[in-house]
């Protein structure tokens, strides 16, 4: 059993604390250009998930604490959590760096930025 | 059964001879001492046979000591408290202890499945497998029967559970699995630093094998230097002991479940309250498991004969219990090991006619003192067979022959009546591989020992591989030391002890004896005793094309039984190498799971039974619904009242009177479980729009309306009204079952997805009794009552709400209805519910109110036509689909479920639409779930045009309704569809599913 810990409200607690919502970084295609989408882009949208062996960004909720949705990075091997970060933060540049999948093209500009700040 | 010559006078350390102590085991009263378990007080008492096997149902005794025993399965207790499937061999006798063997039938002594023994081949490996593919009938008539009654693994107990389990949430920073040389020595140097430390052992008592094992620390007997550590560890403030405690898995982040057994030893504890078992969910800094090592035998001709075990159990039976395993033994090794055993019944006064060891010449310090014993040594032998009487329950000898990997060429007798064997040591490497510790092949030791670590998990002595006495020591304290700077702790400072051991000559494999004959076959070679697995069956998945390792698992059930392969595992592996020429690491392993022993049901329920299962949720009402006969149902977490039956009613009778005394008069439902959330903001307008399918922003402050929410695949996933109060205030009404759902999900989206919008959303369901009035009288019961709203059709129109005072309280009032009648839902602060109840049902007396269910709820609903989401819903139904569309916004931009709902196949012909059925016969009730089929005379498989969704008698109109979701429904208009329903055809017509009231004037009034 994992121990979670909330970047909201800073509480560890056992996984049954937590709920995990699945792939992080996913973007609604109808939230920024809704009369353009696509029915592939809707499908993938939808039900396509990037499942890597190794890194793997995800959503979790701070069930019995603060209620806050959050982020995390974690490892799908180790199971180790690499990061825990806010649901409109970026992970640390060297995560982006090693994301793979949809989340490398995704990172991929952002990670400059990233670097900046 | 005298017993005399299976008790020893001088051995016994841990029994008590002056406390006798009387049980039953299988109805027969057995004596034994105060510190005996079933199995050595049963074994003392000149009994053998424990139990039969599962599958032959060939006779069994004691083969090990403690928790790697396979055959001693026991059911301990009576009626409700009967616990099957316990180890004879770790069950601490009582007085009134009342033990009964398992899987034999009739008794022991003549079972009746024991002709399978004779039976054999047709229950091969894979029989199962193979079984399933006969005709079905005959499996269920012929073969499941027989099995069951034959066979089964103990019986359940008769009745509730009367015993308290608990559970406890710990946290430590060393746990120490285990509690013999190495564990003692590793929590003595971690508790030395002032660390919290806990140590746990399956034992009643700390020091492992320290008894039986060899070896000398500080000059003494090791068992003299672990109970002096017990008691120091005992007495640290910082450290807590843990006996009877089974450390049974090993989960990520140094989470660690302990199954303890508190009260099973002694009746008068759980007599007093405590609990009878406990389970420990401990988080660990650091780990250090020191499980020790578990001996394995060797495959012989007739293995599984009652009286041949393990050398380290006929050892351990004689020095704790002073039980011998016979009076005349044999001992069968490839190591060192079982010379021990050997020296040490020949000191005890038990015949050792001879040690037959496979190796050819192997030299050790123990050899030269079993040869100065003048114990009888056979070199470079093995054992070709046993002979037994009795129908395989008496030992009287054993076939002993060179041992080579051939055939058998000659054969010599000996004499005995038990073999005490032994094949080696497999360290426990369970919890090491629970969660991710890797293991690799030692081909000194002929087994698997662990290789790489996981964080923050250690191993030391027998576990790690490490069998001597100094070497465990070494370990242990190495490892204790090491956790402590893992933890960053202060090293406090110990006076280790020293340890010496005799070098020990080499082990040499051997799995497999070569038989005489056709035993030579390997089909009374028994591998995993529990499961009935032999060598020829492993031998048979390898020629089936089951080589792999796992496969040949689940083919042939090898250590699939409830001691999951503790002692079969590698004898298995080694075997199947030897089968195919291959060696043991090109075979692999299996894995390892938890939990490492069996865990009781109890425990792992803890407090969450009777009324604790589930918390139950009751409205400020449910009083008086039970003072007034409610018949309650559950509706989620709620208890609500389905119907209020009077003297005479059932629940039919009683929900028929309700419906129409709403449609007639006027009826008062308790709605407060209703979902009710605030949402207050500058944005809650503009959230609201993407969240429903229709529009909010636009509503009117006073203004209801009704609101349909989609997932984001388009379909409907809940329903309620929603009122505007304010510029910037909504309540949003939701099913009562989803008021904690969407309450959630509208989170999810402002957190997630618009954290810019400014909307803050407060589920208020608890905060809030709300109660619908409905019926013709409905206005007249308010206006009877005093306040200040007005309930006029001019002033109050339908859809609208109002606040302000209602027989002296605050309420808002709402005027919507789900019935179709004229009707208020009045909400008022919890507190208050009852008194608001009250005046209600006071006024109301004059104009015949009468208080209504769910049931007539649901009944009025569907003669309207109103869906209810998870009736007509099942989330893959659309707006469109139960007609609905014009509640799915064209001129928003975006909502939640909008661009899936646009996708073709949402659109297209050939969906399931919402449809009212009417059957032929008024009278006949369509079953819920009923399926339309295309030629209901037809034989099956048929293809079913859609499914009834909500179906009543309906007494508003007096006869049969239902709603359906059929195919092409609304194009079927007049239709008349076809059920094949209790051996006869129903017909329906498929009708708009608007039952009565079409127009709606009786809510417009
Ligand atoms: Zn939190």
New binding site residues.
């Given amino acids: 059993m994992l121990v979670v810990t909330?970047p909201?409200?800073?509480?560890h607690g056992d996984e049954t604390d937590f709920h995990c919502g699945g792939q992080a970084h996913v973007a609604r295609p109808a939230s920024t250009r809704p009369e353009n989408v696509t029915d592939a882009e809707q499908r993938d949208y939808l039900f396509i998930r990037h499942n890597p062996k190794g890194l793997h960004f995800e959503r979790w909720r701070?069930d019995r604490?603060?209620?806050?949705w959050?982020h995390a990075a974690r490892d799908t091997v180790s199971l180790e959590f690499k990061a825990f970060y806010g649901v409109t933060e970026l992970p640390p540049v060297e995560l982006m760096k090693q994301a793979t999948g949809t989340w490398a093209e995704f990172f991929k500009d952002k990670i400059k930025a990233g670097k900046a700040s | 059964m005298s017993g005399k010559p299976y008790r020893l006078s001088d051995a016994g350390r841990l029994i008590d001879r002056s406390k006798r102590v009387s049980f039953t085991f299988d109805g027969k009263t057995v004596s034994g001492f105060a510190g005996d378990t079933v199995a050595s007080a049963v074994m003392a008492s000149g009994q053998r046979v424990m139990g039969r096997s599962f599958k032959y149902h060939r006779p069994r005794g004691v083969v090990g000591l403690g928790s790697e025993e396979m055959n001693a399965l026991i059911g301990v207790g009576k009626a409700e408290r009967h616990e099957p499937n316990l180890l004879a061999t770790k069950v601490e006798i009582f007085d009134g202890l009342s033990a009964v063997s398992q899987n034999r039938w009739p008794s022991l002594n003549h079972d009746i499945g024991a002709i399978n023994n004779v039976l054999g081949r047709f229950f091969s490996a894979g029989f199962y497998y193979k079984t399933f593919m006969w005709p079905q009938a005959f499996w269920k008539h012929v073969y499941e029967p027989f099995i069951r009654q034959a066979a089964g693994l103990g019986k359940a107990p008769t009745g509730r559970d009367p015993d308290v389990y608990e559970q406890v949430h710990v946290h430590c920073d060393v746990l120490i699995a285990g509690a013999g040389a190495a564990g003692l020595a590793a929590a003595e140097a971690a508790a030395a630093s002032g660390l919290r430390v806990i140590i746990a052992d399956e034992n009643p008592r700390l020091g492992g094998l320290c008894d039986i094992g060899g070896g000398l620390i500080d000059g003494a007997s090791p068992l003299e230097w672990a109970k002096t550590r017990a008691a120091a560890l005992a007495a640290a403030d910082n450290v807590q002991v843990l006996t009877r405690t089974t450390v049974a898995g090993h989960f990520e982040d140094n989470y660690v479940l302990m199954f303890e057994r508190v009260g099973d030893h002694d009746p008068s504890i759980t007599a007093a309250g405590t609990p009878r078992h406990r389970l420990w969910k401990v988080r660990a800094g650091q780990i250090i498991i020191a499980a020790g090592a578990i001996e394995r035998p060797i495959a012989f001709a007739n293995n599984d004969r009652p009286g041949v075990m393990l050398a380290s159990a006929a050892r351990g039976l004689a020095a704790r219990y002073g039980t011998a395993a016979g009076v005349n033994g044999v001992v069968f090794t490839n190591n060192d090991d079982a010379y021990r055993t050997a020296l040490m019944l020949k000191s005890m006064g038990v015949g050792v006619a001879r040690i037959i060891d496979s190796r050819t010449n192997p030299e050790s310090a123990l050899i030269d003192q079993a040869k100065a014993a003048g114990l009888d040594i056979s070199f470079g032998s093995s054992i070709a067979g046993v002979m037994t009487s009795k129908g395989g329950k008496q030992i009287d000898g054993i076939k002993m022959s060179p041992y080579n990997r051939g055939r058998v060429t000659n054969e010599t007798k000996v004499d005995c009546d038990f073999v005490a064997v032994s094949g080696g040591w497999n360290p426990a490497v369970h919890l090491w591989c629970h969660n991710g510790g890797k293991i690799k092949f030692d081909h000194e030791l002929q087994t698997y020992r662990p290789d790489r670590s996981p964080d923050g998990l250690l191993i030391a002595g027998a576990a790690n591989g490490t069998f001597d006495v100094p070497g465990a020591l070494a370990e242990g304290y190495a490892a204790g030391e090491q956790a402590v700077a893992l933890l960053k702790g202060k090293a406090g400072k110990i006076a280790k002890a020293s340890a010496t051991q005799e070098a020990q000559a080499k082990l040499e494999p051997i799995w497999f004896a070569p038989a005489t004959g056709a035993y030579n076959e390997g089909d009374k070679h028994f591998i995993d005793q529990q499961n009935d697995v032999v060598a020829s069956g492993l031998e048979l998945a390898q020629r089936e094309g089951y080589e792999s390792v796992e496969h040949t698992k689940r083919y042939t059930t090898l250590g699939m039984a409830t001691d999951q392969g503790k002692t079969s595992n590698i004898l298995g592996l080694g075997v199947v190498a030897e089968a195919t020429g291959k060696t043991i690491p090109e075979i692999g392993t299996t894995t390892f799971r938890p939990p490492y022993t069996t865990v009781s049901f109890g425990s792992i329920a803890g407090a969450h039974v009777r009324d604790r299962f589930l918390p139950v949720r009751r409205t400020a009402i449910h009083d008086w619904h039970v003072a007034n006969g409610a018949d309650f149902e559950p509706v989620g977490q709620w208890r609500r009242p389905y119907c209020y039956p009077k003297a005479g009613e059932d629940r039919h009778k009683a929900v028929t009177r309700e419906i129409l005394a709403v449609r007639n008069k006027v009826g008062l439902l308790d709605a407060s479980t209703l979902g009710k959330i605030e949402i207050k903001g500058p944005d809650a307008g503009e959230f609201l729009d993407r969240m429903y399918t229709n529009t909010f922003s636009t509503l009117k402050e006073g203004r209801c309306r009704y609101g349909l929410m989609a997932n984001e695949m388009g379909f409907l996933m809940d329903d309620g009204v929603t009122v505007r109060v304010g510029p910037e205030h909504f309540i949003m009404h939701t099913t009562s079952g989803g008021a904690d759902r969407i309450a959630g999900w509208l989170e999810e989206w402002l957190q997630t997805e618009w954290p810019d919008l400014k909307v803050f959303v407060t589920p208020v369901t608890e905060q809030w009794a709300q109660f619908a009035v409905a019926g013709p009288n409905a206005r007249k019961v308010l206006e009877k009552l005093s306040g200040d709203i007005d309930f006029s059709a001019e002033a109050f129109p339908f859809m609208t709400m109002k606040t302000g005072t209602l027989a002296g309280m605050s309420v808002r009032a709402y005027r919507i209805s789900f019935s179709g009648e004229l009707s208020y839902e009045i909400g008022v602060p919890a507190n208050q519910g009852r008194a608001l109840w009250d005046a209600i049902l006071e006024a109301g007396a004059a104009f015949g109110i009468e208080v209504y269910g769910t049931e007539a709820l649901h009944v009025l609903r569907a003669e309207k036509g109103f869906i209810i989401i998870g009736d007509e819903t099942d989330n893959t139904v659309t707006a469109i689909d139960v007609g609905l569309e014009g509640l799915v916004s064209k001129k928003k931009r975006d909502f939640i479920g909008k661009r899936s709902m646009e996708q073709s196949f949402l659109k297209m012909d050939g969906r399931k639409q919402l449809v009212g059925l009417l059957t032929e016969d008024p009278n006949y009730v369509l079953p819920d779930g009923a399926h339309a089929l295309e030629d209901a005379t037809g034989k099956p498989p048929q293809k079913t045009l859609g499914h009834v969704t909500s179906t009543y008698m309906s007494p508003s109109i007096g006869r049969s309704i239902a709603m359906a979701l059929i195919f092409n429904g609304r194009a079927r208009m007049g239709e008349t569809l076809s059920f094949s329903l209790d051996g006869k055809v129903v017909k329906a017509k498929v009708v708009e599913p608007v039952f009565y009231d079409k127009e709606g004037a009786r809510q417009n009034v």
């Fill in positions: 909330c909201v409200c800073g509480v701070c604490g603060c209620g806050k959050f």
